[in-house]
């Protein structure tokens, strides 16, 4: 299991046949290259799947002062929030900006969280972070369409994977419906290396 974002980066790379890198902070074109699109890359795979590594559940602050229309409260999304999921009301919500609208008082939320730490991640996770990194790299480091093909099939396999393994662990029937929506649209939709 990778211990830092420069592993799995060096983990992209070496699956191109480019040469590992000590730090972001270096003056090559991988370097540069990780630095520019770790993050990027990492945000959009947690957005294609509810990993249970990135779930967390957080009380809300209630934000003074109505919605001007539509609900009767809104709530102030946790920094890390990239997705939310469900209330422990289990009424409608509406995000809008950073902010959660809804007809209620209060809220807990659970939500997939911004998870910068690769403690945290599954291994299968990592790997398929690598392959898409590796994708997203190809054409930069070796001029290569067919290469950032192969790594894009590759990486495709890898979240498939993942997402199999990810999916074993138990959920509330509310919360595989939610599981189940992203992973069809995933599915025909595929991740994006744009």
Sequence with gaps: ??????????????????????????????????????????????????????????????????????????????????????????????????????????????YISDITDVSFFDVAFEEALAYLLAAEFAYPLKQSNTLRESMTASANMEIRNARFYDAKVGRTNDTKKLQEDVWLNSRYSGVDND
């Design 1 to 110: 299991m990778a211990t830092s974002k420069i592993d799995i980066c060096n983990s992209a790379l070496s699956k191109l046949g480019v040469e590992a890198i000590a730090s972001f902070a270096e003056t090559s074109k991988a370097a540069k290259l990780c630095n520019l699109q770790y993050d990027k890359v990492r945000k959009k795979l947690l957005r294609s799947h509810l990993w249970n590594f990135a779930i967390k559940r957080s009380t809300l602050a209630l934000i003074s002062g109505a919605p001007l229309f539509g609900y009767s409260a809104a709530f102030q999304l946790p920094s890390d929030c990239i997705i939310p999921l469900t209330t422990n009301q289990d009424i409608d919500f509406e995000e809008e900006g950073k902010t959660l609208l809804m007809n209620s008082a209060s809220c807990i939320l659970q």
